[in-house]
């Protein structure tokens, strides 16, 4: 399968260099691109549908997921998020999974062509650990296959399906989050808990990735809170830990607001 993902090599770009930025000047345009990783069944679909859920529709685009009948996506899942800057830039951000059912599938590679985050999917059943292990490796492998540096790429790990029995301890997940240096986050998937700490956790890493890379806040006046407050000014933050993290009281964030597509 081929999936049309344009280098940013073009004459307009900034720093172009790096074919997975996405930066076009001439286009005004800004495009941010985060992967859902991991094994079959994790809930990296379910992700995507609890953030479709809660995102207002003049943010968000359709959520296009192809499922086979044994309820396994067959192919991934892209739900795009846009918003204007104060400068206007459009900016979309693009939410993809990868498909999990298949060992050493081409298109599960080609999917995280060009990612600028990923968030890693993992299943907390203990009977799932060998999985995840040889995800976390096969994630190693498709970035340095599609040119992307492993150490420069930021991972958020998110535990799902905490709610089931005979899963990892809080003890080990801890333990986790100790040793490595991404962020862990705990999660329930399927009734929306940890799901958009998760995605806040890696469009946070995404910008600082885009940031050190290309100057979004030199470049195009994008900096990481208005980036960030530009999302999730527009998603259900409801019984969240984020309700208290973000603050929109402050007027200047919504004057930028745009918030509108096209
Ligand atoms: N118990 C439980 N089931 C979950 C959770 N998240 C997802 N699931 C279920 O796990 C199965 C696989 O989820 P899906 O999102 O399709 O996994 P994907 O293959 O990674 O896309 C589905 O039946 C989901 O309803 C969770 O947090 N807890
Ligand atoms: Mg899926």
Same mark, same amino acid.
């Given at each position: 399968?081929?999936?049309?993902?344009?280098?940013? &090599?073009?004459?307009?770009? +900034?720093?172009?260099?790096?074919?997975? *930025? $996405?930066?076009?000047?001439?286009? %005004?345009? #800004? /495009? !941010?691109?985060?992967?859902?990783?991991?094994?079959?069944?994790? &809930?990296?679909?379910?992700? +995507?549908?609890?953030?479709?859920?809660? *995102? $207002?529709?003049?943010?968000?685009? %359709?959520? #296009? /997921? !192809?499922?086979?009948?044994?309820?396994?996506?067959?192919?991934?899942?892209?739900?795009?998020?846009?918003?204007?800057?104060?400068?206007?830039?459009?900016?979309?951000?693009?939410?993809?999974?990868?498909?999990?059912?298949?060992?050493?599938?081409?298109?599960?590679?080609?999917?995280?062509?060009?990612?600028?985050?990923?968030?890693?999917?993992?299943?907390?059943?203990?009977?799932?650990?060998?999985?995840?292990?040889?995800?976390?490796?096969?994630?190693?492998?498709?970035?340095?296959?599609?040119?992307?540096?492993?150490?420069?790429?930021?991972?958020?790990?998110?535990?799902?399906?905490?709610?089931?029995?005979?899963?990892?301890?809080?003890?080990?997940?801890?333990?986790?989050?100790?040793?490595?240096?991404?962020?862990?986050?705990?999660?329930?998937?399927?009734?929306?808990?940890?799901?958009?700490?998760?995605?806040?956790?890696?469009?946070?890493?995404?910008?600082?990735?885009?940031?050190?890379?290309?100057?979004?806040?030199?470049?195009?006046?994008?900096?990481?809170?208005?980036?960030?407050?530009?999302?999730?000014?527009?998603?259900?933050?409801?019984?969240?830990?984020?309700?208290?993290?973000?603050?929109?009281?402050?007027?200047?964030?919504?004057?930028?607001?745009?918030?509108?597509?096209?």
């Amino acid at each position: 399968m081929k999936i049309g993902f344009a280098p940013a &090599g073009s004459d307009d770009s +900034l720093a172009g260099s790096q074919a997975h *930025l $996405q930066l076009s000047q001439a286009q %005004r345009e #800004l /495009t !941010v691109k985060v992967v859902y990783y991991g094994p079959g069944l994790s &809930g990296k679909t379910t992700n +995507l549908q609890m953030i479709h859920k809660k *995102l $207002q529709p003049e943010v968000r685009g %359709r959520l #296009l /997921t !192809v499922e086979t009948r044994d309820d396994r996506t067959l192919f991934f899942d892209l739900l795009p998020v846009f918003f204007n800057t104060a400068g206007g830039y459009r900016v979309k951000v693009k939410l993809f999974t990868v498909p999990g059912q298949i060992i050493h599938n081409a298109t599960r590679r080609v999917v995280l062509q060009g990612a600028d985050a990923v968030a890693f999917i993992a299943d907390s059943q203990r009977s799932a650990t060998e999985d995840n292990n040889t995800y976390w490796k096969d994630l190693h492998e498709d970035m340095l296959e599609n040119g992307l540096d492993p150490l420069e790429i930021p991972v958020v790990i998110q535990f799902n399906k905490r709610d089931l029995p005979d899963t990892k301890s809080e003890a080990e997940i801890e333990e986790t989050r100790r040793r490595g240096k991404e962020p862990v986050i705990s999660a329930v998937a399927i009734r929306g808990e940890g799901v958009l700490e998760t995605l806040f956790a890696v469009l946070q890493l995404a910008y600082h990735q885009l940031d050190a890379r290309s100057q979004l806040s030199k470049h195009i006046d994008l900096d990481e809170r208005t980036f960030l407050t530009q999302i999730f000014s527009h998603v259900d933050l409801a019984g969240t830990d984020l309700e208290q993290k973000m603050n929109f009281d402050s007027p200047d964030v919504f004057k930028r607001s745009v918030g509108e597509r096209k």
